[in-house]
Each structure stands twice: as structure tokens, then as C-alpha cells.
């Protein structure tokens, strides 16, 4: 029982930390937080 609840409760922790990732990327490219080089970067366009 104790193993399950700390299964859900890692689980809601990365799936929070997922969407909260996903949410700062989000407000960084809508504020024009990145330029054009950091998606060459991530994206490997280099």
C-alpha cells in the first residue's frame, strides 16, 4: 500500500514538473525570451 502511494506521488511529482516545464518554455517563446540560435541548438539546425 505505502509502495503505491509513493509510486502515484512520484508520478504526479514528474507529471507536474513536466507541465510546469512545458509552461516556461511556452511563456519564454510567446515573450520573445528566445532567439532564433537557441532553437539552432536545441534542434540541431547547426
Request: aromatic share 28%.
Given at each position: 500500500?505505502?509502495?503505491?502511494?509513493?509510486?502515484?506521488?512520484?508520478?504526479?511529482?514528474?507529471?507536474?514538473?513536466?507541465?510546469?516545464?512545458?509552461?516556461?518554455?511556452?511563456?519564454?517563446?510567446?515573450?520573445?525570451?528566445?532567439?532564433g540560435?537557441?532553437?539552432?541548438?536545441?534542434?540541431?539546425?547547426?
Amino acid at each position: 500500500m505505502l509502495k503505491y502511494l509513493l509510486f502515484c506521488l512520484r508520478l504526479a511529482i514528474v507529471f507536474a514538473g513536466i507541465v510546469f516545464f512545458g509552461k516556461a518554455v511556452q511563456y519564454l517563446i510567446f515573450n520573445g525570451g528566445f532567439s532564433g540560435e537557441f532553437f539552432d541548438y536545441v534542434f540541431f539546425r547547426k
